[in-house]
């Protein structure tokens, strides 16, 4: 049985990553720090799998993933907010980036064996856009950390209900939705994906890594593309099967 950390829990991905962990098989204890308490989900806050460590101050998350009991073995990160919510560019950069680098060497000390990311479609180094360049710095500063297994996810454009409102975003997932419905997926697969699908990706990805079953490449880095998270995510519920 496995422990697993998740980060970013409160999210539209994260809330399904955490979802789909309370619900996996071989996972057995889940820890999820957080600035504010968790909302409710299937098998939810009060499963015994689940251990939320309710820190408003975020900076001190890192210095918890040592002292968790059992030890992780995974990680997975779906950290990150946006400029208009964190107030500026900057102060996004300290959460999508800093933050996030911070919690991937903390884990590493703790002797978690996978690292899963999600990241963005497009994200580069090279890109023009704040954006797409900063989710690829944080991903090659995860690749350097010596990880067994790092398995980076980049979702198109999400598909599902958010907390707040992204007006342009939602006229945007409303297209996706719609093209998804009338295609049986087909349309909408290519460039946006459902949350769920997502987060159950992600956790399957993380799983098939524990079981030595992952098509990793050099260093142990597994680059999961749209198509592959729309396969992962919907074959067998999520989960890993033999």
Not at 45 to 68: E, G, N, R, V
Not at 126 to 135: C, E, G, T, V
Not at 222 to 233: S, T, Y
Request: charged share 15%.
């Amino acid at each position: 049985m496995t422990a697993a950390v998740v980060v970013g829990s409160t999210g539209l991905v994260g809330s399904q990553i955490l979802t789909t962990l309370l619900t996996h098989p071989t996972i057995s204890t889940i820890h999820a720090p957080t600035r504010r308490p968790l909302p409710s989900t299937p098998g939810g806050p009060t499963s015994s799998k689940l251990h939320p460590l309710i820190l408003p101050d975020s900076s001190t998350w890192a210095s918890t993933l040592s002292t968790l009991a059992p030890p992780p073995s995974l990680f997975l990160s779906a950290l990150g907010t946006t400029r208009a919510n964190a107030g500026s560019l900057p102060a996004q950069r300290a959460i999508d980036h800093d933050l996030n680098l911070s919690l991937a060497r903390a884990a590493k000390t703790a002797g978690v064996r996978v690292y899963v990311l999600i990241s963005t479609a497009g994200a580069s180094t090279a890109s023009a856009f704040a954006y797409p360049r900063m989710k690829a710095e944080v991903e090659e500063g995860v690749k350097g950390m010596g990880f067994g297994y790092t398995v980076i996810l980049r979702p198109g454009l999400l598909v599902g209900e958010r907390g707040e409102r992204r007006v342009a975003e939602g006229v945007l997932r409303g297209v996706a939705s719609g093209a998804g419905w009338v295609s049986s997926g087909w349309l909408k697969d290519w460039w946006a994906q459902d949350a769920d699908v997502v987060g159950r990706a992600a956790v399957r990805a993380g799983v098939m890594c524990l079981e030595g079953k992952a098509p990793v490449g050099e260093g142990g880095v597994w680059v999961v593309g749209q198509g592959e998270i729309v396969r992962l995510g919907r074959e067998s519920g999520g989960f890993a099967k033999a």
